[in-house]
Nanobody, 120 residues
Framework: QVQLVESGGGLVQPGGSLRLSCAASGSIFRINALGWYRQAPGKQRELVALITGSGSSNYADSVKGRFTISRDNAKNTVYLQLTSLQPEDTAVYYC??????????????WGQGTQVTVSS
């Protein structure tokens, strides 16, 4: 089993910044792709940013130039730096990990979510 623990959410004013973290632990052989998703009230969960095992990243058009995803493989941790936040960025943010287990099976895991609220 793998556990993903997120942190860093909170309340921030428009134009502000936050840094989200997601640490993975458990029977991990290798973490492949890591992603951040978000779900606003009444909306479907959407992909925000993705980073591959080789470090390549992709972003939703709505966050390009404002959000940055990064990973620390030594710590099994993925980060999402959020800048120039707007009220429409308000959502629960979830991390997602594509994990190859010690057993060599491959499974996707989700974090519990962290709330980001952008409001004045």
């Amino acid at each position: 089993q793998v556990q993903l623990v997120e942190s860093g959410g909170g309340l921030v004013q428009p134009g502000g910044s936050l840094r989200l973290s997601c640490a993975a632990s458990g029977s991990i052989f290798r973490i492949n792709a890591l992603g951040w998703y978000r779900q606003a009230p009444g909306k479907q969960r959407e992909l925000v940013a993705l980073i591959t095992g080789s470090g390549s990243s992709n972003y939703a058009d709505s966050v390009k130039g404002r959000f940055t995803i990064s990973r620390d493989n030594a710590k099994n941790t993925v980060y999402l730096q959020l800048t120039s936040l707007q009220p429409e960025d308000t959502a629960v943010y979830y991390c997602n990990a594509d994990v190859t287990m010690v057993s060599r099976s491959r499974t996707t895991y989700w974090g519990q979510g962290t709330q980001v609220t952008v409001s004045s």
